[in-house]
């Protein structure tokens, strides 16, 4: 069962994530199951990997009509919260669909010839579901969206192999990788080789520009997360509609890539990039006033609008 971060009446707290209209705040589904004290420090310990994920499986069983009908909560009650508060590391692939390739101008590789491209966002991208991506006012003509598939950390993971990559994982969520197509500072600049790559990589950095959420589906209630649909929607409009089965490198080559480079600690984000159907490739921005709903399928649908 999908696991959220809220706040209700100020108070921050879990829950099962039952649908985009409910959730269920852990602490009563503990109540009915006589559990009155939930020794977690967040929702980590909850997932493959963490410290209670047992604890997390009672709970689960718990839940009935009964406990639904008497404690679940409207979503649009509550304000829904990142379900991780505050990734040490938040690492994104470029160019992992070769459709999105293709359709920016670039020609798809083979990957047994290549290897994955990654970047970083910092901390301040980070937004939560139902909060505004700010256009900013430096730079807002070619502001673009991506939907993909983001893995979250569970336990210590360095120098993996692929075949074991998957059991470090502890869940999976929804990510918008916001960009920004325009951004070119000091248009009086002097030319230099290396600016169409820093402008594209500043150009993912403005605030804002990392949806997460609504919620995490635990790793082990995901048969293969290579084969989750991918929906990203602009006012009711359907822009991006694939697969992860797309991708050119797996999760779990991607893991075990990634770990060769840095230690992965749990909490730490991987988001795996995005199929066709950016707005680059249509010469389509976002603009204020604009919905976005970016859908995974088994995950959620995260909303965010444009402001």
């Not at 359907?238 to 089965?245: A, C, I, L, M, Y």
Request: charged share 20%; proline share 8%.
């Amino acid at each position: 069962m999908r696991l959220c971060r809220f706040i209700d009446q100020e108070v921050e707290s879990l829950g099962f994530y039952l649908n985009e209209n409910q959730i269920l705040p852990l602490r009563d589904v503990a109540h009915s199951a006589g559990f009155y004290e939930l020794p977690v420090s967040g929702m980590l310990d909850l997932l493959p990997g963490g410290a209670h994920v047992e604890l997390a499986q009672k709970l689960q069983a718990a839940v009935n009509q009964t406990v639904i009908e008497e404690h679940a909560l409207a979503t649009s009650q509550v304000k829904l919260l990142t379900p991780i508060a505050a990734p040490g590391k938040m690492i994104f692939l470029a160019g992992n669909y070769a459709d999105h390739v293709a359709e920016t101008g670039g020609t798809p590789e083979d990957p047994q010839k290549t290897f994955p491209y990654l970047f970083m966002k910092p901390l301040s991208t980070l937004t939560h579901p139902g909060d505004a991506v700010r256009i900013p006012a430096s730079s807002p003509s070619q502001i673009d969206w991506e939907i993909e598939l983001g893995v979250i950390i569970g336990r210590p993971c360095s120098q993996v192999s692929a075949a074991e990559a998957l059991s470090y994982v502890a869940g999976y969520t929804v990510v918008n990788d916001i960009s920004d197509r325009g951004f070119r500072p000091n248009p009086d600049r002097t030319p230099r080789p290396k600016d169409p790559f820093f402008d594209w990589l500043h150009g993912k950095w403005h605030d804002t520009f990392c949806p997460l959420g609504p919620c995490i589906l635990p790793a082990d209630e995901c048969d293969d997360p290579q084969n989750l649909a991918l929906k990203l929607t602009v006012n009711g409009q359907v822009e991006q509609n694939s697969s992860t089965s797309h991708m050119t490198f797996g999760v779990a080559e991607i893991l075990a890539f990634v770990s060769s480079l840095v230690s992965l600690a749990p909490g730490d984000l991987i988001s795996t990039g995005t199929p066709a159907g950016v707005g680059k490739a249509k010469n389509r921005f976002l603009q204020a006033g604009d919905s976005l709903f970016a859908e995974i399928a088994g995950i959620g649908t995260l909303t965010n609008p444009v402001a």
